[in-house]
């Protein structure tokens, strides 16, 4: 499956918002920033992360279901999404 912004949506703008999260971790090692804040941070861009992930298998979901409901073969099967699914867990 293809992916594009329109399919990504959502999940692309917490990609974004992650990146420069990560850039301020990244800062804060450098700048030696206490620990407690450096891995707040750090799990928050990790969640972000995490989120992001979870956003595409949904759009992939609507994405096939949609195909399937057009008689279409959509472009992956329930057991692909699975696999995508479970990698995130």
Known sequence: MQ???ALA???LNRLKRAQGQLA?????IEEGEECEKVLTQLAAVSKALDRAGFKL??????HCQRARERGEQPPMNEDELEKLFLALA
């Open 3 to 5: 992916l594009n912004e």
């Open 9 to 11: 949506g959502d999940a």
């Open 24 to 28: 301020s971790v990244i800062s804060m």
């Open 57 to 62: 298998v949904a759009s992939g979901l609507r």
